[in-house]
């Protein structure tokens, strides 16, 4: 177990694994399509067997405080795992190592959620190999560029825990068109989302969203 596990809650864990995703995986509702309405559908017919019996003995209110008990409950579990997640994406990033290394892709293929996951080796000051995934996402006027075996220079975290996360295409390659941003591993299990398709890091420009520690 690392130390990110030990520092989240079960039901942070359980939140991400469901609703977020870990890592190039995407989130477990979405990769098990039939999940979502197996779980509404089965809870949909268990309140109504429930309700139905209630009615037939005449225990329309204690059906009214297990409902009322069901609510509680699942607010109590379910806002400290939000509040926690929210907590976790806010504030600067981890310190950024200004070093461009030279990376090399190994992986450009369709992700479960219809995107491209872009992956890179490289090597740190040592001399030690990692794997990443990019954290630009590429326009797709660009994706073809990115083809198994280019190289590009990038930036890593300077936090050797962070190292198979995800880097960052430096300045020298300002002219790639980006269309999305993933910050997999870094703060949660899976972080990411859209943006504006153009030229440039969303992450490096002065007037950019994110800071990164000092």
């Known amino acids: 177990m690392t130390e990110k596990d030990r520092e989240e809650s079960l039901i942070e864990r359980a939140a991400e694994k469901l609703l977020v995703g870990t890592g190039p995986k995407a989130p477990f509702l ?22 139905m019996i209630s009615i037939i003995q005449g225990w329309a209110q204690v059906l009214m405080w297990i409902v009322i008990g069901i609510g509680i409950v699942s607010v109590l579990l379910t806002i400290p795992g939000f509040v926690g997640m929210y907590r976790a994406t806010r504030g600067p990033l981890p310190a950024l190592d200004r070093t461009p290394r030279t990376a ?15 992956l890179v080796e490289y090597r740190d000051e040592g001399g030690s190999g990692h794997d990443a995934q990019l954290a ?7 994706e073809g560029r990115f ?8 930036y890593a975290f300077r936090a050797p825990e962070l190292a198979d996360s995800v880097v960052f295409l430096t300045e020298a390659h300002d002219d790639v068109w980006r269309d999305g941003w993933k910050l997999d591993g870094v703060r949660i299990g899976g972080e990411g989302g859209p943006l504006k398709p153009g030229p440039g890091s969303s992450f490096l420009r002065e007037d950019s969203k994110w800071r990164f520690e000092s």
Do not use: K, M, Y
Request: hydrophobic content about 45%; some cysteine.
């Open 30 to 51: 979405i990769r098990h399509d039939r999940a979502i309405p197996v779980i509404v559908f089965g809870a949909c017919g268990a309140f109504a067997v429930l309700v």
């Open 104 to 118: 090399r892709v190994t992986l450009n293929a369709e992700d479960a959620d219809g995107g491209r996951t872009i």
């Open 136 to 142: 630009d996402l590429i326009h797709e006027s660009w």
């Open 147 to 154: 083809t198994p075996g280019t190289r590009w220079q990038v």
